[in-house]
């Protein structure tokens, strides 16, 4: 009799158990989970990219179907105003920013995710929350409260989408992500060679972005399944844009000018989709803030 299972080889001594482990996970029974199989279903956990900087933000999600992988998202990871960069989740030596080695300010548990709250040296608050919405979306909200004697303004903001947790998104590549332009979906990587527009929404960097987009939405798309990602800021979703040597995916939005002890709010959305990109229906999938 020939015995080929791993479990009686191992016993028996004939297997070593690096193999053996190797094999019980790539040669599951019929029906039965895996390691990659056994979890699934939306996770939202505090979260570090470079821990060496204290001040970070970041937000681990999984996808809600059966994935050990997390996108990790930095939330926010640059806020831009009139009075120059006021926060950046870490330094970067050539970008000159108003304040280094801010202190850590933890995420607390709330009902459905985790939220924080942080104070500037100069009165400035500002606060997120990252929020499981049904079996398939994460709310985003992301509030700044003005406590200084000035106004604030040309408030912009870089919220990053890293990826390459996530490896069924995380191919180094800008040809995995979508943007909808009025003649429908076209890769990041042909929109950037667009002529500029008068569209609601810009592809780029922030205000260098062209104004070429009709819908507030950035996609990536799974190089393992018909399946995607997808995040927007709705209408107050400024540019979209990823950087192909992280990876990551952005979709980057405004907050209106706020006045001397003023606040405002803004809310997004991160989306997971089974199924083709153009059976993808924004407004159908996505939904309102």
């Keep these: 009799m020939v ?3 791993p479990a009686y080889l191992f016993s ?18 019929a029906g039965q989970n895996t390691y990659e199989t056994h979890v699934k279903g939306i996770r939202i956990l505090p979260g570090a990219w470079r821990p060496h900087y204290a001040f ?6 999984s996808p809600p179907w059966p994935s050990q992988d997390y996108l990790w998202l930095d939330f926010p990871e640059a806020i831009f105003t009139d009075r120059g960069l006021l926060y950046l989740s870490h330094v970067n030596p050539p970008i000159p920013m108003l304040y280094r080695d801010l202190p850590k300010v933890p995420w607390r548990e709330i009902s459905g995710g985790i939220a924080f709250e942080r104070e500037l040296p100069n009165w400035i608050r ?7 919405s049904g079996e398939s979306a994460v709310d985003l909200e992301l509030h700044i ?9 040309r408030i912009t903001l870089q919220t990053c989408a890293f990826l390459r947790g996530i490896r069924e998104f995380a191919d180094y590549t800008r040809a995995n992500k979508y943007v909808h332009l009025p003649s429908g979906w076209v890769t990041l990587e042909e929109a950037l060679k667009r002529e500029p527009a008068s569209q609601p929404y810009r592809v780029g960097w922030r205000t260098s972005g062209k104004p070429i987009a009709d819908l507030p939405v950035m996609v990536t798309i799974s ?7 997808a995040m927007t800021w709705f209408n107050d979703t400024l ?7 992280h990876p990551c995916m952005h979709a980057d939005p405004r907050f209106p000018d706020i006045a001397p002890g003023e606040s405002a709010t803004l809310r997004g959305r991160l989306v997971f ?3 083709k990109l153009h059976d993808f229906d924004y407004r159908k999938q996505v939904g309102e803030p």
């Excluded at 540019?239 to 040597?245: F, K, R, T, W």
């Design 3 to 5: 015995f080929s299972d």
């Design 12 to 29: 028996n001594g004939e297997l070593p158990r690096r193999v053996f482990l190797g094999a019980a996970l790539a040669t599951p029974l």
């Design 126 to 132: 500002f606060g997120g929350s990252v929020v499981k």
């Design 223 to 229: 190089n393992r399944a018909e399946r995607l990602v």
């Design 56 to 61: 970070e933000q970041i937000a681990w999600i």
């Design 239 to 245: 540019s979209l844009i990823g950087n192909p040597n």
């Design 273 to 275: 989709f089974e199924g």
């Design 145 to 153: 409260r003005n406590g200084s004697a000035e106004a604030l303004g």
